[in-house]
């Protein structure tokens, strides 16, 4: 054999990310000037570098070249020991070669990454927010979770509370606010709070967040309340005015008529009486006329000319019926919204009112169906309605109170930024985030 080398040191420990150095001695043994070339073994080439990469000796002399280790910090770099080696290459006798082994130990590091999402949220009674927390270290990492604000105004509930974190693996711990004190009615409230993610007992960075508190009572609901009073008012004016006088110069009319009708009768079944008496008289003094003639006395007749009773019955039947119109008060309407977005973009999908009309959404349904992860953004002419994260629900149903008027021209735009495609059970796993709403209202003349 021409050359003996070593390592010295034979072991050594290093963390990922940092760099350390051993020295390897080499002699050659041999009877000619011998040149010698080295490559590391066992661990992957990016960890390791030799300097000089090539070594020339003359007979029985020695020398020393430097290896460099440098793993990287990332986590699938693995903790403990990883065995190499240093081939030593003889130029002239290559079948001399020589390969001195050692061990590098591995270090275990934590490194995590946590961020809060939305960073703003909005509600009457609560908001939800969550946490995203990406390890990135080379071990386990145990995180737990913690939110305060300094006026202590807001209670929090975490969900859940502590997490155990594979390395490269990428968790989300869900969190509620509520206000200690709710807003009745006036301007909405702001809340500054921080949340602080902690590693194995040492406090992370704190992240900063905000709720806005929204009043219980609408801005709007006051001014539906005294429209509706108005129109109610407007309707009892319109009864007593218009309507009532109508129905009963109907009715009037109706009774009048009736009466006229019973008169007439009467008169006609007088009448019937009055001939009948008359007849009966002629025919009395026709008998008597017949008897007398015969004492040729003179006689004294007289024709009695009877007129007939009448009776004119008088009345007449008046009135007109009134007639009440309702203008129409807008057809049912719905209509869908869906997007799809990759891994890591966003996507849009919007909803144009038509010319002429304007739609009163009541109600919004939003589904998540396969689970993914992420925001959903519903706005109306850039004015942000809800703002959602995609774990915290697979359906939701948000009904108004009072509805939102979008105008003529005025557009609905979902906005879907996908962090992470779900994975629904029984089918394979998508690439692309899926979300639809579904806006229920009226659609009404503008």
């Excluded at 869908?336 to 996507?347: C, E, F």
């Amino acid at each position: 054999m021409t050359a003996t080398a070593r390592l010295d040191p034979p072991s050594l420990p290093v963390e990922p990310g940092a760099t350390r150095q051993v020295t390897l001695h080499v002699r050659n043994g041999g009877d000619i000037v011998e040149a010698y070339r080295f490559e590391v073994v066992g661990v992957p080439s990016a960890w390791a570098s030799v300097e000089p990469a090539e070594l020339s000796l003359y007979p029985g002399t020695a020398d020393t070249v430097t290896v460099t280790l440098r793993p990287p910090r990332t986590p699938d770099t693995a903790v403990g020991p990883t065995p190499f080696a240093v081939r030593v290459l003889p130029v002239e006798r290559p079948q001399d070669v020589t390969v001195p082994e050692g061990t590098v130990e591995v270090l275990p590091f934590h490194e995590i990454a946590a961020e809060l999402l939305p960073r703003s949220n909005r509600g009457r009674l609560r908001a939800r927010f969550q946490v995203a927390v990406h390890n990135h270290g080379n071990t386990p990492a145990d995180v737990t979770l913690g939110a305060w604000d300094t006026d202590e105004k807001l209670r929090y509930r975490v969900h859940p509370a502590e997490a155990e974190l594979a390395p490269g693996e990428q968790g989300h711990l869900r969190l509620t606010v509520r206000p200690r004190h709710r807003i009745l009615r006036g301007a909405e409230k702001r809340h500054a709070f921080q949340v602080r993610v902690a590693l194995a007992g040492l406090p992370g960075d704190p992240l900063d967040g905000a709720y806005e508190q929204r009043p219980l009572v609408p801005a709007m609901l006051p001014k539906a309340l005294a429209l509706a009073a108005a129109s109610g008012v407007a309707l009892t004016a319109a009864w007593f005015g218009v309507f009532k006088p109508a129905i009963t110069s109907t009715a009037g009319a109706a009774v009048s008529s009736q009466a006229s009708q019973a008169v007439q009768s009467a008169v006609k079944e007088q009448q019937k009486k009055v001939d009948a008496v008359a007849s009966a008289a002629a025919s009395q003094s026709a008998a008597a006329q017949a008897a007398g003639g015969g004492a040729g006395a003179g006689a004294g007749g007289g024709g009695g000319g009877g007129g007939k009773p009448s009776a004119q019955p008088s009345g007449g039947a008046s009135g007109a019926a009134a007639a009440a119109g309702s203008g129409a008060a807008g057809a049912n309407f719905y209509t869908p919204l869906s997007v799809r977005a990759g891994n890591g973009d966003s996507a849009d999908a919007t909803f144009t009112v038509p010319k002429g009309k304007t739609f009163l959404i009541s109600d919004i349904v939003l589904q998540n169906p396969q689970g993914d992860y992420g925001t959903l953004t519903l706005d109306i002419d850039g004015s942000q309605v809800s703002l959602l994260a995609l774990e915290d629900f697979r359906d939701t149903d948000s009904p108004w109170v009072t509805p939102l008027r979008v105008p003529a021209g005025g557009k609905v735009t979902m906005t879907v930024a996908c962090r992470t495609p779900g994975s629904p059970p029984s089918a394979p796993k998508p690439t692309t985030c899926a979300e639809s709403a579904l806006l229920n209202g009226k659609m009404v003349a503008s």
